[in-house]
């Protein structure tokens, strides 16, 4: 096979120019993704020639904010083949997308007796916002087994599924065991018996290519910090007839039509959901990460991280004592992979892969259920993008096996 090279990694700051870190393989993007220059650059521009609030002032700079903005608005409406622009809300990310849903749409139509399903695999942020509401609604909330290879046992599912079934909650990408899930089965199913399809997308969307449509997502929440752009923007994407029965949560300015003494109307959606200075920067460093990514191609990228995943399953399996949770095969996968190592703290692992200069996450990777059904603590979480290469999976199965002869001594 051949040498499995990254993508474009010179493009990226942290391995260029006098202050850079050339030989450190990072392997963490799962939880955060390094950032290419082009973005870096958007974010630059914005704050040095563009700096203005939105939608306020008729001056040309407060213009060009609105349109640069409201373009990024555009950009991600195509990246994910939403319906129209009305149906891209910002956000800080994907956990305040799903408290949105939860709180919003849940708080208004979740009552005691409804059944909301999840899955043992999902992210605190997808499961927490979910169990609040139960509680406060004394609706039910119904957890969706893996079978051994950490797949959805969709048996079990189809036999959860009822008219008591209001809302499916489910990832795209499992952000440990890095499970592909079948979101339109799921969705089909969901609809079928008239409940709500809600999609994690903060581990899929970056990854490989989105159609919301296609998915038969209801809702889908995604972080820009995962996919090249900055921290603290995200999108959520609602169909428009169920945002239309969403009140906003977030009230003062910026969200209004009209405001009187003793009552308030609403602006159009999606401005109607965006209380306050938006993050405007975010948003346009947003655009910019997604128009590099689309540049490259998203299939390109899915096929060179399964491809770079296929390569480190069969390295790290023949680590003995070395223990691979999910999927064995990289086509059912993302390009995520827990592991622990017989007798290692999965922190004492990480922290010595990281004098190596590999950099690893290890903990419950905020999915302490999932951990409690695989019978562990924590694991150690590599994780690729596309400025990995298989160079860095040597390095990172190199530093393992030191790591084992260090802790065998």
């Known amino acids: 096979m051949a040498k499995l090279s990254p993508i474009n990694k010179t493009d990226f700051p942290m391995w260029q120019g006098a202050d850079a870190v050339p030989d450190a393989v990072y392997l963490d993007s799962a939880a955060t993704a390094q950032k290419p220059q082009a973005v870096i650059d958007a974010l630059v521009h914005y704050y040095t020639r563009q700096n203005a ?32 622009t009305a149906n891209i809300i910002f956000t800080r990310g994907t956990t305040e997308s799903l408290n949105w849903i939860a709180q919003s749409w849940g708080g208004t139509y979740i009552q005691a007796g409804d059944e909301i399903i999840i899955t043992i ?127 906003p949560i977030e009230f003062g300015g910026e969200m209004i039509s009209k405001v009187e003494k003793f009552q308030t109307t609403w602006a159009d959606i999606p401005w109607r959901f965006e209380g306050g200075t938006p993050n405007i920067a975010g948003a346009i460093g947003l655009a910019a990460a997604i128009r590099y990514l689309q540049a490259i191609g998203l299939d390109k990228i899915r096929d060179h991280e399964r491809a770079l995943t296929a390569y480190a399953l069969d390295q790290l399996k023949a680590i003995p004592g070395l223990i691979i949770y999910g999927p064995q095969d990289a086509a059912q996968r993302g390009g995520v992979i827990a592991f622990t190592l017989n007798g290692v703290h999965p922190h004492d692992l990480a922290t010595v892969l990281d004098t190596q200069q590999v950099a690893v996450r290890a903990g419950h990777h905020c999915a302490q259920p999932l951990m409690q059904r695989l019978g562990v603590v924590a694991t150690a979480r590599a994780s690729f993008y596309l400025y990995n290469g298989q160079a860095d999976v040597d390095r990172l199965v190199a530093a393992v096996n030191e790591a084992k002869e260090f802790f065998q001594q």
Not at 133 to 151: E, M, P
Not at 231 to 239: A, D, E, F, P, Q
């Open 121 to 247: 695999m999902e992210h605190h942020s997808n499961l927490v916002p979910w169990q609040q509401l139960a509680l406060r609604t004394g609706a039910k909330l119904r957890y969706v087994d893996i079978d051994d290879q950490g797949l959805l046992d969709m048996t079990a599912y189809r036999a959860m599924l009822s008219a008591r079934t209001k809302i499916v909650a489910v990832t795209q990408v499992s952000n440990v065991l890095g499970t592909i899930n079948p979101i339109q089965e799921i969705g089909q199913l969901a609809h079928a018996a008239g409940a709500i399809l809600v999609v994690d997308g903060a581990q899929s969307a970056p990854h490989m290519p989105v159609d919301v449509q296609a998915l038969g997502a209801d809702f889908f929440a995604f972080s820009g910090h995962k996919m090249l752009g900055p921290t603290g923007i995200g999108v959520l994407y609602g169909k428009m007839a169920l945002l239309e029965a969403m009140p």
């Open 53 to 84: 609030n939105v939608h306020r002032g008729v001056y040309t700079l407060a213009e060009q904010a609105t349109e640069a903005y409201e373009n990024a608005r555009q950009t991600v409406a195509d990246f994910i083949h939403a319906e129209d």
